[in-house]
């Protein structure tokens, strides 16, 4: 099976687990949409500011002396996005209605970027 096909079987997984999902995307941490589901907002764009994001996570992690970076969240009024770092290689985000159920995103979201870190 090839990476593509991966990735995809990847994000049908999520959509399948968590049903509040609206979108979910995998991008490089050079900002380029690798992979996404198909929802409302620009693949580019969202690869572009969650690589930024996962960079200042990354700094902030340094700077406090707080470990590698794992993941963030960005939480608003119509919804939640969440953010996880998929080793050195990129970023995996999830866009979630307002309600959604943090600890299974967490849950799903986590072994997901496991598994992107081995196919990527």
């Given at each position: 099976?090839?990476?593509?096909?991966?990735?995809?079987?990847?994000?049908?997984?999520?959509?399948?687990?968590?049903?509040?999902?609206?979108?979910?995307?995998?991008?490089?941490?050079?900002?380029?949409?690798i992979?996404?589901?198909h929802?409302?907002?620009?693949?580019?764009?969202?690869?572009a500011m969650?690589?930024?994001?996962l960079?200042?996570?990354?700094?902030?992690?340094?700077?406090?002396?707080?470990?590698?970076?794992?993941?963030?969240?960005?939480?608003?009024?119509?919804?939640?996005?969440?953010?996880?770092s998929?080793?050195?290689?990129?970023?995996?985000v999830?866009?979630?209605q307002a309600?959604?159920?943090?600890?299974?995103?967490?849950?799903?979201?986590?072994?997901?970027?496991?598994?992107?870190?081995?196919?990527?």
């Amino acid at each position: 099976m090839d990476k593509q096909t991966q990735l995809n079987d990847v994000i049908q997984g999520l959509r399948s687990a968590i049903a509040e999902l609206r979108e979910v995307l995998i991008a490089s941490t050079d900002g380029l949409a690798i992979a996404h589901s198909h929802g409302a907002s620009d693949p580019n764009r969202v690869a572009a500011m969650a690589a930024a994001t996962l960079g200042v996570g990354k700094r902030i992690s340094t700077t406090l002396d707080l470990g590698e970076m794992r993941e963030t969240t960005v939480k608003s009024a119509n919804g939640q996005a969440f953010l996880y770092s998929i080793g050195s290689k990129g970023v995996l985000v999830l866009i979630a209605q307002a309600d959604a159920n943090v600890g299974l995103i967490n849950l799903e979201a986590r072994d997901a970027a496991a598994k992107l870190d081995e196919i990527l």
